[in-house]
């Protein structure tokens, strides 16, 4: 979608710092980072909502998912053999839980301690 930021930078009209890539999946730096290590993954494609990504290709979100676990390790946050020290992963799905930009994308945050509720 030629009107969409994430497709955009996807296709290179819009600079990133990008992380982590593959054929589907794409990993940038947040712009405004909520934490030390705050990355967005997201599918290439263009899908709105994480319900349209499963409901178009649910192997796809997987993808993103391993994308995220990727990201994890090369930022140092997770270990190769278990979860230590760990790391958030976050999707906001629609306007009432809080999405402002309408392509499916994952948060990993950490490098600190997360608190429950975020505050």
Known sequence: MSDCLFCRMVAGDI?????????????FRDINPQAPTHVLVIPKEHHATVGA????????????VAGAQ?????????????????YRLVTNTGPQAGQSVHHVHFHVLGGRRMEWPPG
């Open 15 to 27: 600079p990133a710092d990008v992380v982590h890539e593959t054929d589907r999946v794409f990993a």
């Open 53 to 64: 990504l499963v409901a178009a290709d649910v192997g796809l979100l997987g993808e993103v």
């Open 70 to 86: 990727a990201v994890a390790l090369q930022e140092g946050l997770v270990t190769d053999g278990g979860a230590e020290p760990g």
